[in-house]
C-alpha cells in the first residue's frame, strides 16, 4: 500500500474521496516522472 490508508480510516470519513483522488493523481505524476528520467537516461547515458 503506497500511503498506509486502513480500511478504518476510509469506513470513518477519515480520508475522503477528494484526498484519494490527490494521493492517486500523485502516483500517476510519480510514476510519469519516473519514465521521463528513464527515457532520458536511456537517451543521454552511453
Known sequence: MAF???Q???D???VDL???ALL???L???EDNESR???WR???ER
Request: charged share 35%; net charge neutral.
Open 12 to 14: 470513518s470519513g477519515a
Open 28 to 30: 500517476d505524476m510519480r
Open 4 to 6: 498506509g490508508i486502513s
Open 42 to 44: 536511456a537517451a543521454n
Open 24 to 26: 492517486n493523481d500523485y
Open 37 to 39: 528520467v528513464d527515457k
Open 8 to 10: 478504518k480510516d476510509l
Open 18 to 20: 477528494c484526498r484519494i
